[in-house]
Every structure is written in structure tokens, then in C-alpha cells.
């Protein structure tokens, strides 16, 4: 199956899909050292992404005639800063806001299928008619805003349109399911929120919900403090008590064992990794020591036994509290790009380009490629189911004809 990747970062959404089985057409970003990446990458032969077609530019100039019909999904995590709980929250008003450019590839390729994240702030009550502005878009894509409207009149005559069930049922729709998920209910070892906006062309008839959470904090507390199981498998003494707060918690856990797997911690994504200042680690690319991490309030860190904080792109280059551990003695150091890089479950062989500060903000933009994966696996099962449906019909056709 074909796609193509927007505002693609340093991969994680598109090696995902590609995990998934679809084959990128055109990779677009506009960052170099994202850009530089994904080459580097590439030129070493690394797999997921060797041979990909990287475009360095905006998504508004590429040439999107080039990449043909047929395309069966169309993925990528416009520019968050607009709706970032730490931004400057313009929303509509910030000239980063890169939906109004998503809708019109969407017009323009007519993709069987889109995936678009993003972060949760955008589903705050301060932006609840711009996000349902956007869902609306996404769902009619042909209802195209006119020339000097502005977004709030476009609104208002999408939604006098939808529910008149007149002009625009009969173009280019989707049936658009919006979700907000934690990655770590799904095995990804950091607590990241984001929202996921999917998309099916509505004459596919595919019914989707997202995909069922695997992982849980009940299961993780069970299997530390019911079991033990987990500070078995680290080879560490198990805490003498449980934290106060979680005592009535964990003996309910006792008497009803939760079904899902336990949230993977920072301590699990970890495994195997020395110490930065170690000799060792001079032979672990992107694994080196970044001084000057400091402990003060909302600047805390991530706790080893728990999964990571959110990672954070920063402001101005600097990661914030979030890009650190908590030592098991209550020391902080910050992450190494590699470690940073387990945490968002990108592969060990895969490298960054540019300094500390640049390739963490390539990953605290990133979306964990196992969590692209999940999601582009659960569009990719129903495309496939869509496109049995359609060569069934059209067989049926030709035997009547016949």
C-alpha cells in the first residue's frame, strides 16, 4: 500500500507506518536536521528508511501531482506549537498552524485513509470550536474555505451544510474518528498523551475504532508490588514498603489481578544501556553524558520504576525537566539521545544528526514509532479488509455480466 508522510520530524510516525506495511511515496520536512536524519540514515543502508523519497521543504510547495493516485494513506503530525500546552496557544491566529495545509493535500490526493496527530491541548475548551472546525474539515474536505472568509464563517456554513445532508454528501468525504490516548497504555515506556485524528474514505464503508489499550498502572503496580515479579526481573531489591498512597490500590490488585500487560517504566527501556560516564558507553552511538541538570520545581524529572514524562521538545533548544532521570540515590542527570531515543521506541541502530539540543528536539517532536505502528497496523487490517470488499463486488459484477 502507498502513502505519504507530512511534517515527517526525524521518522517516527513514518517508520511506523512502514512497520505497518505501507511504502512512503514522498517523506516531506521542512527541518533540516530532521531532514539530515532520515539521509544519513538512508545513505547507511539502515532499512526502515533506505530509499525513501525525502523532500526538505513546506508541504504547501511540494509538487503533490508527482506522487499520483492511488494513494492509500496519508499521515503526519502537523506543527504543535499552536496548541501546545507550554506554546503561546494561538491556535488559528499562529502562522505554524498547518491544518488548513493538511486539508488541502487531503483534497487533493483523496487518500483512502489519514492519520494525524497531534497534541492534546488541542482538545482544550479554550480551542473546542477550532478542534471541531478541524474534524469538520478533515470529514468534508471539498467544502473549501472561499476567498476573505474567515474560519469562523467557514465553520458555521460546514456546519449548516452537514446538517442540511445536501451538496456536500455527494463529493469527497470521510468518516473521522478523533482519540485521545496515553502511549503508555500501549507499551510505550513514557506517559505522552496525544490526540489521533483517523480518517476513511467514506465510500470504503470501514467501521474503526481505535485499537484496545494493552498495558496499564494497576497491572505495573501488580506486578511490583503484588508479585515482585518486576524488581526480580532488574535484579534489585525489592522497596520494603508500598508508597502509603497506593497501599488501598495494590491490596485490591491482590484479590483482582488486572488482565493487561504492566506500563513499561523508564528502568525497562533502559535494560542493558551503562552508565554515560562509563568506558562502555563510548561504543554506544548517541550515548553520551549531557552535564548540567538540575532539580527545581516542575522541573523534576522521570522516575526509573514509573514511565518516563512526557519528552519535550523545549523551548529555544533547551529540554525541560521532563528530558530527565531520577537516579535511584534522587540525583537528576539528563537523558542521552539514546536513551531518549528508547523512550520513544525508535530502533538502536537508527542515528541522529546534530547536537544535543537539536536531536532532542527532533525527538521531543517525535511520535514513538511503536505507537505509529499500532495504529498504522489497525488502518492497514481495515484497508485491506475495504480493498477484499471491493474486488469481491467487482468479480460479482463480471459473473452477472457474463
Known sequence: MKCVELYAGAGGLAMGVHLAGFVPLAVVEWDRWACDTIREN??????LVAGWNVHEGDVRAFDWESVGEGIDLLAGGPP???FSMGGKHRAHDDNRDMFPATVDIVRRLRPRAFIVENVKGLTRSTFANYYQYILLQLSFPEVAKRKNEDWMSHFRRLQKERSSGKAIWQGLTYNV???LVNAADYGIPQKRERVFIVGFRSDLGVEWSFPKATHSFDAL???QFVTGEYWKRHGIKRPPMVPERLTARVRRLGLFP???LPWRTVRDALAGLPDPKSKAARDIPDHRFQDGAKMYPGHTGSPLDLPAKTLKAGDHGVPGGENMLVRDDGS?????VREAARIQTFPDGYRFHGSWTETMRQLGNAVPVMLGRIVASSVAERLVVARMHELARTAQKVKGAA
Do not use: S
Not at 538512508?42 to 532499512?47: D, F, M, Q, S, W
Open 42 to 47: 538512508g545513505a547507511c543502508g539502515y532499512p
Open 258 to 260: 488486572p488482565e493487561a
Open 177 to 179: 474518528v478523533p482519540t
Open 80 to 82: 504543535c506549537q499552536p
Open 332 to 336: 537528576v542527570r539528563y537523558f542521552t
Open 221 to 223: 503496580l501488580h506486578d
